[in-house]
């Protein structure tokens, strides 16, 4: 008798993250991810002893693969463009994945910030902000902060069919709108 294949945990979050690529958080269940596996619930259930730590843990999966992809371009001239388009091919490309981490509630209603520092992607965006405009900290947050909400606001617009911006535009506006602000945080120190 052949061995029988050991079912990992990351071998379920793989599974979980397809489905969610596919149908969408939802479609995360037990008898989903065994069906995607080929094998029965007892792996998922021996992994997560709920569904909602199944769902946590996807969302905490996929979090890590998009920052891995952010972070590839982390010593490139062009750090944060590349991010920007990233995030915009996300929401268009794969709305379901991009609403499971923009759109969801998976961020527990933390302060908004402390959720973004969570991630290294995030921290090393905020560093090359002050390194390519030569700001403070705060102001760096702020323009962060700010830059964010915009990109994200016109990601979710296109994920969710309601504009259809091409990334150029999308990218222009961001860019503008930071420029703008760094010329702000510059009239404003001393």
Same mark, same amino acid.
């Given at each position: 008798?052949?061995?029988?294949?050991?079912?990992?945990? *990351?071998?379920?979050?793989?599974?979980?993250?397809? #489905?969610?690529?596919?149908?969408?958080? *939802? %479609? /995360?269940?037990?008898?989903? +991810?065994?069906?995607?596996?080929?094998?029965?619930?007892?792996? +998922?259930?021996?992994?997560? %002893?709920?569904?909602?730590?199944?769902?946590?843990?996807?969302?905490?999966?996929?979090?890590? /693969? &998009?920052?891995?992809?952010?972070?590839?371009?982390?010593?490139?001239?062009?750090?944060?463009?590349?991010?920007?388009?990233? /995030?915009?091919?996300?929401?268009?490309?794969?709305?379901?994945?991009?609403?499971? #981490?923009?759109?969801?509630?998976?961020?527990?209603?933390?302060? #908004?910030?402390? +959720?973004?520092?969570?991630?290294?992607?995030?921290?090393?965006? +905020? %560093?090359?902000?002050?390194?390519?405009? *030569?700001?403070?900290?705060?102001?760096?947050?702020? &323009?962060?902060?700010?830059?964010?909400?915009?990109?994200?606001?016109?990601?979710?617009?296109?994920?969710?069919?309601?504009?259809?911006?091409?990334?150029?535009?999308?990218l222009d506006?961001?860019?503008?709108? /930071?420029?703008?602000?760094v010329c702000?945080?510059?009239?404003?120190?001393?």
């Amino acid at each position: 008798m052949p061995p029988r294949q050991r079912i990992t945990r *990351g071998m379920i979050l793989d599974a979980a993250l397809a #489905l969610t690529r596919t149908e969408g958080i *939802g %479609a /995360v269940n037990a008898r989903s +991810v065994a069906k995607f596996l080929g094998c029965s619930t007892q792996p +998922v259930f021996s992994q997560f %002893a709920t569904m909602e730590a199944l769902r946590r843990a996807t969302f905490d999966h996929a979090g890590r /693969v &998009i920052m891995e992809k952010i972070l590839q371009y982390q010593d490139r001239p062009d750090f944060l463009q590349r991010t920007d388009e990233l /995030v915009l091919n996300l929401a268009r490309d794969e709305p379901r994945l991009f609403h499971l #981490l923009y759109l969801s509630d998976s961020f527990e209603s933390r302060n #908004l910030w402390e +959720v973004m520092m969570d991630w290294e992607c995030n921290r090393k965006l +905020v %560093a090359a902000l002050a390194e390519r405009y *030569g700001l403070g900290e705060e102001d760096c947050r702020d &323009i962060f902060l700010r830059g964010y909400l915009l990109l994200h606001g016109v990601a979710a617009m296109i994920a969710t069919n309601q504009m259809d911006f091409t990334n150029q535009q999308a990218l222009d506006m961001v860019r503008r709108t /930071v420029g703008d602000m760094v010329c702000g945080a510059r009239k404003e120190e001393p």
